[in-house]
């Protein structure tokens, strides 16, 4: 509510001046441009978070800057009430503390309304409601692409009408996508607009700014250094993919149990993150949904250390973007990516085991005796 307050009400948000350069600053320049988005003029975003853009603007930056923190605000704190509704009490506030350092960075942008759609779109697969199921998957993805995740794990736990469900729902939203910007939409969000670096603080951005002289860049709203290189980039994506496989055969040889699906999605991200060409701090709040359900069962692990990643975000995010090249800052953003690995192992592991609490985990738990 705090850091709400301090965004919405100034003393350093309250002219387009202070807001050049930020995300808000780039949502208001996409309304206002004429024209359709991907085919009259370049835009990095998926139709989801364009739709929203285009939605929530208002006449100047400063008031959209406003409305946006003011709705992402009402959804963080909606995800919890529902985890506690519908997990366990002590879920809900697990995923506040969890986000609770990175909270400015989320309330900016939308991967808390991603995350969101992502939750709840996970409750929906662990008790088989297809309708939830798929708005969470097909939605989802189409502002931010982790929520795509939940179609392997629905494979995984061999739910397949909410598989078939899902896979339909993007389908139909992809293909009108297609239909109104092209294949060149595609394009354009795959490749930020073209650009030509590794993100500061992405895997290989830290170790050329760790091991090299080079200085980072500012390129399409983003600090980026050195080359990008296509076939790292592609060989980063099939290792995400055997690592979605690996946790997926794991899942499949058990009971779908929530919590061994929230520790596939979980996994399954932050394998996506640590193998991506860019890694904005406010990515770390797509682990938190999944990672705070997991507070529920017995396996407890993948929590602590994603509690470790966003902390430790956090705290470097706290230097500024710009200076994120220096080699200290990168050395500390190499241990992140570290926990990030560190987070996948630790879920492979959690969906091998099979917890005696697993076939309740999908109804509502209280935290008092039982009988």
Same mark, same amino acid.
């Given at each position: 509510m705090i850091a709400a307050g301090i965004l919405v009400f100034g003393p350093f948000t309250d002219s387009a001046d202070e807001l050049d350069g930020w995300?808000?600053?780039r949502f208001q320049q996409i309304a206002d441009e004429p024209g359709r988005p991907w085919v009259d003029h370049q835009v990095e975003y998926p139709p989801g978070s364009v739709v929203l853009i285009e939605t929530l603007a208002q006449k100047s930056v400063v008031g959209t800057q406003r409305v946006l923190i003011a709705l992402s605000l009402a959804i963080d704190l909606g995800v919890a009430v529902a985890l506690e509704r519908l997990v366990r009490r002590d879920v809900g506030l697990t995923y506040l503390l969890l986000g609770l350092v990175m909270v400015p960075? $989320?309330? @900016?942008?939308?991967?808390?309304w991603a995350g969101a759609l992502a939750a709840l779109g996970l409750i929906g697969l662990a008790r088989e409601r297809s309708a939830l199921t798929a708005t969470g998957t097909a939605v989802g993805a189409a502002i931010k692409v982790f929520p795509g995740l939940l179609l392997p794990v629905a494979i995984a736990a061999r739910r397949w009408k909410e598989a078939a469900a899902g896979a339909l729902a993007s389908a139909v939203l992809g293909a009108g996508w297609l239909s109104y910007g092209g294949i060149g939409a595609v394009e354009q969000v795959l490749s930020l607009r073209g650009v030509t670096g &590794?993100? %500061?603080?992405?895997?290989?951005?830290?170790?050329? /700014? !760790? !091991?090299?002289?080079? +200085? =980072?860049?500012?390129? /399409?709203d983003a600090w980026r250094i050195g080359t990008l290189n296509?076939? @790292? %980039?592609? $060989?980063?994506?099939?290792?995400?993919?055997? %690592?979605?496989?690996?946790?997926? &055969?794991? %899942? &499949?040889? $058990? =009971? +779908? /149990?929530?919590d061994r699906l929230a520790a596939m999605l979980l996994g399954s991200t932050a394998a996506l993150l640590v193998t991506a060409p860019l890694l904005s701090p406010q990515f770390v709040l797509w682990l938190t949904p999944p990672a705070a359900m997991l507070w529920a069962s017995r396996y407890r692990q993948p929590v602590w250390l994603t509690a470790a990643t966003a902390g430790l975000t956090g705290l470097i995010g706290l230097a500024g973007p710009e200076n994120l090249g220096h080699s200290a800052a990168a050395f500390v953003l190499l241990i992140r990516d570290g926990l990030l690995v560190a987070v996948v192992v630790s879920c492979w592991k959690s969906c091998r085991a099979v917890d005696p609490l697993g +076939?309740?985990?999908?109804? =509502?738990?209280?935290? $008092?005796p039982q009988p």
């Open positions: 995300d808000a600053a960075a $989320g309330l @900016m942008r939308f991967d808390l &590794w993100h %500061v603080e992405s895997v290989p951005g830290s170790f050329i /700014a !760790l !091991l090299t002289d080079e +200085a =980072p860049r500012f390129e /399409a296509q076939s @790292m %980039v592609l $060989g980063g994506r099939m290792l995400t993919l055997l %690592v979605i496989v690996t946790l997926g &055969w794991a %899942v &499949w040889k $058990g =009971p +779908a /149990a929530l +076939a309740d985990s999908t109804r =509502p738990r209280t935290t $008092g």
